[in-house]
Structures are given as C-alpha cells and as structure tokens.
C-alpha cells in the first residue's frame, strides 16, 4: 500500500478490538487472543515509528473493562506489566517516549510502578510517542477537568467565562498531546466506546472488520492511504479548503 510521506497523519489513535472474540474462534480462552494482540502491538509500534508518525494511541483499556471476568482483568494487567517490562530495552534504544492517559491510580500497584519507571526512563526521548490509554474513559477525563475548573473558580484564580478551548485542553490528560487525525478501530464494532470523546471530534475514523491480532502494517497502511484520499474540510467547503 503506498503512503504519501509528506501527508502523515501527526496523531493515530487506535481502538485494538477483536481480540477475545479472535481466540473464541479458534477454541481458544479469550486472553489467548490478549496474547495474540501483544504480538500486534509490537509490530504496529515498530511500524508506526518507522513510517515517521508523531503520536500513537493504543487504548488498551477502559475504564469499563473493569466490569469483566476478574480472572480476564488480571490477565490483561499482567500482560501490561510484562509487556512494559519487556519493551523497555526496545523503546530505549528506538528513542521512543512512553506515556500514559487514564485513571492510572486504579491500575495494580505493580503495573503503576513498571509504568511511572518506564515513562521516567523514556522521557528525554524524542521520537514516537507512545501513548497507552489504560483505564481510560473520555467521559471520566472530561468530568475531571471540569472539576479542576470548577475548583480554580471556586479558589478565584479563573472566572467561568475563562473558561475556553484551550484552558478546558489544558487540563484533559492529553494536555501535552495534539488531537487524534486518523482514528483506527479493529474488530468490526463502529463505535468509540467512550474513547477519545473531546480529543477525537475531527479525527478521520477508519473501522476495519480485521480483529486486532490479525491486523499487519499493511493494514496500517490501508487506513494511513484512506486518510490521504480524505479532504479535511473543518466545517468550511470545498472549494475553501482547496484555495488555502
Ligand atoms: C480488545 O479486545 C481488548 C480489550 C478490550 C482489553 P476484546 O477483548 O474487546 O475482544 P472482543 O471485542 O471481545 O473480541
Ligand atoms: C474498547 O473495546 C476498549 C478497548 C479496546 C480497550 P471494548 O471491547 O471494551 O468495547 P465495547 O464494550 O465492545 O464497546
Ligand atoms: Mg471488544
């Protein structure tokens, strides 16, 4: 699939669905298919890098996702862990940052000390960033800025009418980040699932039937060529955007 260089998306953001319904297929326990989406996020995050992309997303998990089997739940958390373990070498040496977004406090003990320890060890990198959304909710994190807000006022330091744009920005957790361009959801659902909610409201949304696990760089690059064949038109028309 050929991809336009200087036509990058600066932000992918990706929903890795399709994993537990991957393995059930085959027979399989679904956090065979978590295991199976490890391999993929590897892959993903090498070719991401490669290609020249600024940010990548991963949600990996909702604050929702706390509602599954526990046994599912602490599967998945200790994928993280060994997941962050294993990759720091990597990351040290591919010059990619770690960051996170999410209610990081509700995360096991262990997996919030591998995290903050590999965020730490990356942060004077400066290629890719790798953004992991884990026990992230849009709705959570839009609540708790407007609670940040509401505290400044009640403190005197703002006034609601300071309230804007970029001061609400300024306190999401992706304060630091630019907005999602393209957003990729695996496994044939056509929703965010409370992904991304102010982040993503101009982000070009790309579904794909694949399942996570079976998703390649070609199928990155599927969506990176759609993206390309999109005209951006931010509510003006046409024939504005053409003209800029
Ligand atoms: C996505 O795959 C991974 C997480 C939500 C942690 P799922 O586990 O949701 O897979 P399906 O949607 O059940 O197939
Ligand atoms: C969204 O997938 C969350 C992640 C991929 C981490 P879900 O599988 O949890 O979404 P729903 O429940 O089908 O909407
Ligand atoms: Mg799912």
């Given at each position: ?230 005209q951006?038109r931010?509510?003006?028309t046409s024939e504005q955007v053409i003209?800029?």
């Amino acid at each position: 699939m050929r991809i336009d260089k200087k036509n990058l998306p600066v932000h992918i953001a990706i929903i890795m669905d399709g994993n537990g319904r991957w393995a059930q297929k085959q027979g399989m326990m679904r956090l065979f298919g978590h295991q199976a989406g490890v391999k993929t996020v590897k892959k993903i995050v090498e070719a991401a890098r490669e290609t020249g992309i600024s940010v990548l997303t991963l949600y990996a998990f909702s604050t929702e996702n706390w509602k599954r089997p526990a046994d599912e739940v602490s599967g998945l958390m200790s994928l993280l862990k060994s997941y962050l373990q294993n990759e720091l070498d990597s990351m040290l040496k591919n010059n990619v940052r770690l960051s996170s977004i999410g209610q990081l406090e509700n995360l096991p003990a262990e997996v919030q000390k591998v995290l903050k320890k590999s965020i730490a060890e990356t942060a004077g990198n400066n290629g890719l960033i790798l953004n992991l959304a884990l026990s992230y909710g849009g709705r959570i994190e839009v609540i708790s800025a407007a609670r940040q807000l509401a505290e400044l006022c009640l403190e005197g330091k703002i006034k609601p009418t300071d309230i804007d744009e970029e001061l609400f920005e300024s306190k999401l957790y992706t304060a630091d980040l630019p907005d999602p361009d393209l957003l990729i959801r695996t496994g044939g659902e056509a929703r965010l699932s409370n992904f991304l909610l102010w982040q993503a409201s101009y982000a070009e949304i790309y579904f794909t039937d694949t399942a996570w696990p079976d998703f390649t760089r070609d199928d990155l690059f599927a969506a990176i060529n759609s993206f390309q064949q999109r005209q951006r038109r931010f509510g003006r028309t046409s024939e504005q955007v053409i003209k800029k």
